[in-house]
C-alpha cells in the first residue's frame, strides 16, 4: 500500500462516498456468507456451546424448547452471531481497506498494532471464560437448588389444601415433598452464554486501554496507581455480578483483571521511560 504524499491526488467527497458504499456492500456480502456457513453448522456450534454447561446436567444432557417455533428462531439468532464472528476477518479488512490509505506509515503500525492486540484480548476472554469460568460456575448455579426437597410450613400447608381439593392421592403424590429440577431452555441458554462471553471479551480489552491512557497523557502512571485501590474494588463487583454467588469463581474473575491493571500499568511505564531515554 503505498504511502500517502503530498502529490497524490486527494479524492473528491463524492468518491469517498462511493468508496464507502463498495466496502460496506462487501462487507454485507461477508456477514451474509458467515451467517449461511454458521447455519450449516448450527447443530456443530449449538453442541459446541453446550461443552460448559453438559458436565453439570448429567450423563443426559438436554436443551429445551417451548414452542414450535422456538428451535428455528434460536439457530437463527445463533447463525446471525456466530456469522458475525465468520465473517469478522472479512469485514475488518473492508475497514482497514476504507481507511488505510488515508493513513500515514506510523499511523498504519499503530493501528494495526491496536486491532491485533485487541483480537487477541478479546479471543483470551472468550477462552478464560468457556473453559475456566462456566464448567464451575454452571455447575454451581444447576447444583444450588436441585434435588432440594421443600418441606417447609408453607409446603405443609400446601399438602392440606391439596387433600382437600383432590383426595388423599394429591396428599401422597407430594409425600416426599417438592423437589426441584432444572429444565434449561435452548433459547435461554443460548442468550446467556453468547452474552457472557462478549462480556468476558470485552473485560479482557482492558490492557489495551490502560496501555492507551498511559501512553496518550490522558491519565499519568502515578494516577494509573493510586487509582488501582479503587479499581481492586470495581474489579471484584464485576466479578459479582458477571459470575455465580460464589467466592471461588468470582476470585477466578477478580483476581485475573487486578493482575491485568498491574501488568498493562508496568509495561505503559517501561514504554514511556524507553520514550524519554
Known amino acids: 500500500m503505498p504511502e500517502p504524499t503530498e502529490s497524490m491526488p486527494r479524492k473528491s467527497l463524492r468518491e469517498h462516498l462511493q468508496e464507502l458504499a463498495y466496502r460496506i456492500k462487501l462487507a454485507l456480502l461477508w456477514m451474509a456468507g458467515g451467517t449461511v456457513i454458521a447455519f450449516v453448522f448450527r447443530e456443530w456450534i449449538m453442541e459446541w456451546l453446550m461443552v460448559p454447561?453438559?458436565?453439570a446436567l448429567g450423563a443426559d444432557p438436554k436443551l429445551h424448547f417451548s414452542s414450535p417455533?422456538?428451535?428455528?428462531?434460536?439457530?437463527?439468532?445463533?447463525?446471525?452471531?456466530?456469522?458475525l464472528f465468520i465473517a469478522f476477518p472479512g469485514l475488518l479488512w473492508q475497514l482497514w481497506s476504507f481507511i488505510g490509505p488515508g493513513l500515514h506509515r506510523k499511523e498504519r503500525r499503530f493501528v494495526l498494532a491496536i486491532t491485533f492486540w485487541g483480537v487477541l484480548f478479546?479471543?483470551?476472554?472468550?477462552?478464560?471464560?468457556?473453559?475456566?469460568?462456566?464448567?464451575y460456575g454452571f455447575?454451581?448455579?444447576?447444583?444450588?437448588?436441585?434435588?432440594?426437597?421443600?418441606?417447609?410450613?408453607?409446603?405443609?400447608?400446601?399438602?392440606?389444601?391439596?387433600?382437600?381439593?383432590?383426595?388423599?392421592?394429591?396428599?401422597?403424590?407430594?409425600a416426599g415433598g417438592l423437589v426441584l429440577e432444572p429444565t434449561i431452555m435452548?433459547?435461554?441458554?443460548?442468550?446467556l452464554i453468547m452474552s457472557l462471553l462478549f462480556a468476558f471479551g470485552v473485560m479482557f480489552e482492558l490492557p489495551l486501554v490502560i496501555y492507551f491512557l498511559a501512553v496518550s497523557r490522558v491519565a499519568?502512571?502515578?494516577?494509573?496507581?493510586?487509582?488501582?485501590?479503587?479499581?481492586?474494588?470495581?474489579?471484584?463487583?464485576?466479578?459479582?455480578?458477571?459470575?455465580?454467588p460464589d467466592v471461588i469463581t468470582q476470585i477466578m474473575l477478580g483476581v485475573p483483571l487486578v493482575l491485568m491493571y498491574l501488568m498493562s500499568v508496568g509495561v505503559a511505564a517501561l514504554v514511556l521511560r524507553g520514550k524519554k531515554s
Open 53 to 55: 454447561l453438559a458436565p
Open 186 to 191: 435452548m433459547d435461554g441458554y443460548l442468550k
Open 69 to 83: 417455533i422456538e428451535p428455528f428462531f434460536t439457530y437463527m439468532r445463533l447463525a446471525l452471531q456466530a456469522g
Open 139 to 174: 455447575d454451581w448455579l444447576l447444583n444450588f437448588a436441585r434435588g432440594e426437597t421443600l418441606t417447609s410450613p408453607y409446603f405443609v400447608q400446601l399438602q392440606k389444601n391439596l387433600t382437600l381439593a383432590y383426595g388423599p392421592e394429591a396428599r401422597l403424590a407430594l
Open 220 to 244: 499519568s502512571i502515578s494516577g494509573l496507581m493510586h487509582f488501582f485501590r479503587y479499581f481492586v474494588v470495581i474489579a471484584f463487583i464485576v466479578a459479582a455480578v458477571l459470575t455465580p
Open 122 to 135: 478479546f479471543l483470551s476472554g472468550v477462552a478464560f471464560a468457556y473453559y475456566l469460568v462456566f464448567p
